[in-house]
């Protein structure tokens, strides 16, 4: 089974802090994806990974970055967290870059931002 | 440009059976998926459809009409652990396994 695991599944933080949300998968797989979820938006990408240290920027990459150091770990970072990133945050990965190649999703992280 | 649509919500009696619709417009086509979603938790993999028909797995089956751009998500039998978001999402062509998301469907089954 494909497994993807996030690092919290909760988290609060305060206005100004860094926060380092990580995101690992056990499938040897090459993609990886940092969407949030937002009612009434949907799922958007914030941003993406085909291989280690490459990274490119999806619809709403403004506000994060990223670090893909080794193939299993993704992490998304929020430099300076403000209120409007308070949101789920959903990692995925898949094995190939083919329209056919199935996401597995993490079990997601809600961020609260006070 | 590229955009999905399907309905915000649905009710359903359990035992019955409901048709979930999505429609889309792509430069481009490359299949079709749908994922579960239960409240709080991730998405989960239920179909993936590349070909015009229907595919049947259990009690779940999915339909895509590539000329009309359109698919429904069939749910027979209904249980009330049924009750979830339904997930319409097509990979951008030539964009490496990227997808866009519609909005989800909301069902929800009553007993």
């Known amino acids: 089974d494909v497994k993807v695991t996030q690092s919290s599944r909760y988290l609060v933080k305060r206005t100004g802090e860094k926060v380092f949300l990580e995101c690992v998968q056990d499938m040897d797989h090459e993609n990886m994806f940092w969407y949030r979820q937002d009612p009434g938006l949907g799922l958007r990408l914030i941003y993406f990974s085909y291989d280690v240290k490459m990274k490119e920027k999806g619809d709403i990459p403004e506000g994060y970055s990223v670090s893909r150091e080794k193939k299993e770990r993704f992490s998304l970072i929020l430099e300076s967290a403000s209120t409007n990133q308070t949101s789920m945050y959903l990692c995925a990965s898949s094995p190939g870059t083919s329209g056919s190649s199935t996401q597995y999703f993490g079990p997601g992280t809600r961020l609260l931002v006070l | 440009g590229q955009n999905i649509d399907q309905p915000t919500e649905m009710t359903a009696t359990e035992g019955a059976i409901v048709q979930i619709n999505c429609t889309y417009q792509?430069?481009?086509?490359?299949?079709l998926f749908w994922y579960q979603q239960h409240a709080g938790e991730a998405p989960t993999f239920l179909s993936y459809n590349v070909l015009d028909g229907l595919e049947e797995k259990g009690r779940f089956s999915s339909f895509l009409s590539r000329s009309k751009g359109y698919s429904y998500l069939l749910l027979k039998e209904l249980q009330m652990k049924d009750s979830a978001s339904y997930l319409c999402a097509v990979p951008l062509y030539n964009q490496g396994g990227k997808l866009i998301f519609g909005q989800g469907t909301e069902l929800s089954v009553k007993p």
């Open positions: 792509t430069s481009g086509f490359n299949g």
